[in-house]
């Protein structure tokens, strides 16, 4: 199995999915009953196939880890996202993961900064999370859109942000607006 699945990492995707067709072709022109082998075989290379797309899946790509503080992993990318306009402009999405070992409620500032000068600042206050879980961009409503920057000033190097995550306050367990 390992050589198996060594081989389809080595294979690229579009190899992969050339022989997934072969397979059932000569499978269809056979129209006979696969041989204990074959069939083995099959299911070996399904089954690492799955196993790869399913871990590209849970990845998110594009975040860029920030930092690590007082047991709390951020990472953050840039993307677009509506404004309460419903105009689309560039956000600075985050994903959070509680390593510590329990729940905590915190706050997330942020300070946005052009040609060195602090411009604007924001918070998103006061967010629970499990221990062990994360948060993540656009999926939990965890992203900052700047209201005073144009997105040529976003990308431009003369543009600077910090994050911080202040407030950890240990909690018993975190409460869903639904309870």
Known sequence: MERTVLRVLQMGFKSVWITILR???????????????????????F???TAIFS??????PGYTDYR???GFKVGTKWATAKD??????QALFLAIENKNEYAANFDIAVRFYYEGILREQSTIETQCLPSKKSMIGKL??????PQQFTEA???SSDFKFELEVENIQETEACVSATE
Do not use: D, W
């Open 153 to 155: 000033q976003i990308k």
């Open 55 to 60: 871990s590209c899946a849970m990845a998110q």
């Open 68 to 70: 690590q503080q007082e």
């Open 140 to 145: 939990n409503g965890i992203y900052i859109i």
């Open 23 to 45: 397979i059932v072709v000569s499978a269809k022109l056979k129209n006979s009953r696969p041989s204990p082998k074959t069939h083995r075989m099959k299911t070996t290379f």
């Open 84 to 89: 309460t306009s419903g105009t689309k402009r």
């Open 47 to 49: 089954l690492a196939l």
